[in-house]
């Protein structure tokens, strides 16, 4: 299974910007990084993907390291129904298939 | 577009009871996944079907779980018989193909008693 590291929690001021680490120190080159959140009592919700190049969307920007170990989900400016947990996955693509840790636990704080 | 629809929403049961799930995909799409999420932990793939068939089940316990997805479009998730670690939530997902953007139904919470 293709591991990816987060931090347990996060906090962050309601209007600032957030960024949410992920470690994938054994991510191959043909891995896809996505991100999903889940808000409570909800299913998984994309977020964003990519797999060299920053991506940005409506939601959140995607910055990928160059050796892509690491990447970094930003929330440019949190609002309080950005409280969610936020899984980083790494996809392989021989199949599709998501392998979700336990995520990121964002609270945004008023 | 109609999101991905799962029913129940909510199931109770005895242990040793039987229970099944039911998953209607977004219309289209090719690939059904069925996750189980236990309290506190990231989804868990169980199985994967690409229309009808099935891509991968590695991580369903098949002495008690069972799965079809009939005609490539509609899934059910049985088990038989429920054990108290089988408290948790089963969520359903579907994606246009093989790769790409999952989209996740609501889920449906089992607790076993």
């Known amino acids: 299974d293709a591991k990816t590291t987060q931090p347990n929690s996060m906090e962050s001021n309601e209007e600032e910007p957030v960024h949410l680490p992920c470690n994938h120190s054994?991510?191959?080159?043909?891995?896809?990084i996505h991100w999903y959140r889940q808000l409570p009592s909800q299913g998984p919700e994309y977020v964003i993907h990519g797999l060299t190049s920053n991506v940005n969307n409506r939601m959140a920007s995607l910055a990928i390291a160059e050796d892509r170990k690491s990447s970094t989900l930003i929330l440019h400016r949190a609002t309080l129904r950005d409280a969610a947990v936020y899984y980083c996955?790494?996809?392989?693509?021989?199949?599709?298939?998501?392998?979700f840790g336990t995520g990121t636990s964002l609270t945004v704080i008023p | 577009e109609a999101g991905v629809a799962q029913s129940p929403r909510y199931k109770i049961i005895e242990k040793r009871q039987s229970v099944a799930f039911w998953c209607n995909p977004i219309s289209g799409h090719a690939t059904l996944y069925w996750y189980q999420q236990i309290l506190g932990q990231g989804p868990k793939l169980l199985i994967q079907?690409?229309?009808?068939?099935?891509?991968?089940d590695s991580q369903l316990p098949k002495d008690r779980f069972s799965a079809e997805r009939l005609k490539g479009v509609d899934s059910t998730l049985k088990i038989q018989p429920a054990k108290l670690e089988d408290s948790a939530v089963y969520l359903c997902?579907?994606?246009?193909?093989?790769?790409?953007?999952?989209?996740f139904g609501p889920g449906t919470r089992l607790t076993v008693l």
């Open positions: 054994t991510i191959s080159g043909t891995d896809y």
């Open positions: 996955i790494l996809e392989q693509l021989t199949g599709n298939q998501f392998y």
């Open positions: 079907f690409q229309n009808n068939g099935v891509v991968d």
């Open positions: 997902a579907s994606s246009l193909d093989w790769a790409g953007r999952q989209f």
